[in-house]
């Protein structure tokens, strides 16, 4: 998860979005709706990540950040297709693959989550 906030925070300050009409490079802070759903994304994850006494909880949370993470690559993909030159312009910038890793991250971790959840109701049964 801690790697999900690193991408997160890359996206915002690092990672290149695309470039607007004038050929400037766009960083995730300078869209509105980037910026607004990578902080919200970090935020939750941290929040999660300090979770660690109630896994329930911290499985919920991690799945609203996957259900952002989808908003924002659905955004991405509708960006792309709506720029000129569709989806062959080569402009678009590292920055719309964030997502996809961000959701396989989460997703690994909800796995791990459960499989700890499961272990702890198992030796449960035992006593």
Known sequence: MSVTV??????????????????????????????????????????????YKNRQNQFVLNRVAILIQFFLLGFFVYRALSMPGGEFSSEKGIGAFVPIVSIVLLALANRAIKKDEDLVKSVDRIR
């Open 6 to 51: 690193l991408l997160g925070l890359c996206l915002l300050f690092v990672f290149q979005i695309g470039k607007d009409e004038n050929g400037l490079i766009l960083l995730g802070k300078d869209s509105g709706v980037v910026f607004f759903e990578s902080i919200l994304t970090v935020l939750i994850v941290v929040v999660a990540i300090f979770q």
